[in-house]
């Protein structure tokens, strides 16, 4: 049996590059906004 020369290959489709992309741009959000106070909750008060 002869092993891939990339074995990576195999795992970075069109879809999986899609969604590390869409994870990442999540994971950016999250902690862009972690540390800003949701002003709009505060407004009632």
């Given at each position: ?11 970075v ?10 994870f990442?741009i ?5 902690i862009?906004?972690?540390d ?7 407004q009632g008060?």
């Open positions: 049996m002869r092993l891939p020369l990339n074995p990576l290959r195999g795992l489709s069109r879809e999986n590059r899609w969604a590390i992309a869409l990442l999540i994971v950016l959000v999250i862009l906004t972690a800003s106070a949701p002003l709009w909750i505060y008060f």
